[in-house]
């Protein structure tokens, strides 16, 4: 299946990431600089590190996405992930927690 790219800016000014030399530097995300400026759904908050908010990355994300629903009852769920504009997110109907099995021994 060929990715329908019309909803999404692949072009631009990348100046701003040019070396001398014209070739686009490698953008290194560090700790505490990521983007938080991205769409929540569900409860889930994604934070980038490569994206086009921040990066020439104009056909990856990749950052963590965490959310306060989890099995555990002390530790959030987080987890990372990547994947590309044609990529579609699905948000998922919520389950009660009756319908856990084993909820209340973990």
Not at 44 to 49: D, L, M, N, W, Y
Not at 63 to 84: F, H, I, Q, Y
């Amino acid at each position: 299946m060929e990715p329908d790219l019309s909803k999404y800016r692949l072009e631009g000014d990348d100046s701003m990431y040019r070396l001398p030399s014209g070739l686009v530097a490698p953008v290194v995300t560090r700790g505490g600089s990521e983007n938080v400026d991205t769409a929540d759904s569900g409860g889930a908050i994604r934070v980038s590190g490569v994206s086009i908010q921040h990066t020439p990355a104009t056909r990856l994300w990749f950052g963590k996405v965490s959310n306060e629903c989890s099995v555990s009852r002390t530790d959030p769920l987080v987890w990372m992930t990547t994947r590309t504009p044609e990529n579609i997110v699905v948000n998922l109907p919520d389950v009660a927690d009756a319908d856990l099995r084993d909820r209340l021994d973990r």
